[in-house]
């Protein structure tokens, strides 16, 4: 029983937020099928390929609304694949929190290009909101240009890795692309992230649609300023995490035994 704790801890304590839509779990986050070939294969991302995001909204014909975006881990990397639903004309930006502190819409500011505008300022005339304690830690942004990721900052946000193996916009076509875990501070057994996704033109206009769907998903494009709503409320957000493998969950069980049992003793 305490080894069953151990799993769930790690994976809810990294905030207890109203607005976590899917939670997807990796039963082997040591070893993966995925493959960088921009086809999405049977059970690449798991079991029947169930470590899958949907989305929600169609204002830019559903590339983000009607895609999926998979997620892997194997022992070195996070491995990704996003399967648009339609043409990808515009920019698909997944913006990541996965430790401790971390950046707003309204505490970061990269205007150098498209990637890094849209990483540090989704809409662009309003400061976007994100769910209560998100604070993004790293952007992925993928366009026909290819595939970029960034470590954010407070001013020029930091690049760290560049793939240009997938190019175009074509629907047919899946982005698939890789990160070190340790980049991203993912390296404990039972280790997980925050995450959403947003798409929006080069010059910051946004779509409606998002993974997960958000509540603005029915209504019109966002636009660059939310249609003069005031700034736009990115509240819903996924996660994924890693349940370890039964060898690791005796060594934590151990563990913790070990440890209460000089507590004890002291």
Request: net charge negative; no cysteine.
């Given at each position: 029983?305490?080894?069953?704790?151990?799993?769930?801890?790690?994976?809810?304590?990294?905030?207890?937020?109203?607005?976590?839509?899917?939670?997807?779990?990796?039963?082997?986050g040591n070893s993966s099928a995925y493959v960088q070939d921009g086809v999405i294969g049977a059970n690449e991302y798991g079991a029947g390929n169930n470590q899958a995001f949907q989305g929600a909204g169609s204002g830019f014909g559903g590339t983000v609304g009607s895609g999926a975006?998979?997620?892997?881990?194997?022992a070195t990397n996070l491995n990704l694949g996003f399967q648009p639903g339609a043409d990808l004309n515009d920019n698909v930006v997944i913006l990541i929190d996965s430790k401790a502190g971390g950046f707003t819409d309204a505490t970061m500011d990269d205007?150098?290009?498209?990637?890094?505008?849209?990483?540090?300022?989704?809409?662009?005339?309003?400061?976007?909101?994100?769910?209560?304690g998100f604070e993004a830690?790293?952007?992925?942004?993928?366009?026909?240009?290819?595939?970029?990721?960034?470590?954010?900052a407070a001013g020029p946000i930091n690049f760290l890795k560049f793939d240009g193996q997938f190019t175009g916009n074509g629907a047919?076509?899946?982005?698939?692309?890789?990160?070190?875990?340790?980049?991203?501070?993912?390296?404990s057994p039972t280790a997980s992230f925050d995450f959403f996704v947003a798409y929006g033109s080069d010059s910051n206009f946004m779509s409606n649609e998002g993974i997960p769907g958000q509540a603005f998903a029915g209504g019109p494009?966002?636009?660059?300023?939310?249609?003069?709503?005031?700034?736009?409320?990115?509240?819903?957000?996924?996660?994924?995490?890693?349940?370890?493998?039964?060898?690791?969950?005796?060594?934590?069980g151990a563990g913790l035994a070990a440890l209460i049992a000089r507590r004890r003793r002291s």
């Open positions: 029983m305490k080894s069953t704790l151990l799993i769930l801890v790690p994976l809810a304590a990294v905030s207890a937020r109203a607005q976590l839509i899917d939670t997807r779990l990796d039963t082997d975006l998979y997620m892997d881990f194997d205007q150098g290009d498209a990637g890094r505008n849209l990483s540090t300022n989704l809409t662009r005339d309003v400061d976007d909101l994100f769910a209560a830690d790293y952007s992925i942004v993928m366009g026909g240009f290819g595939i970029v990721a960034f470590e954010l047919g076509l899946a982005r698939e692309f890789f990160m070190d875990r340790a980049t991203l501070g993912l390296t494009n966002l636009g660059w300023d939310n249609n003069g709503g005031g700034a736009v409320n990115w509240s819903a957000y996924d996660r994924m995490g890693i349940v370890p493998e039964p060898a690791t969950i005796v060594a934590l």
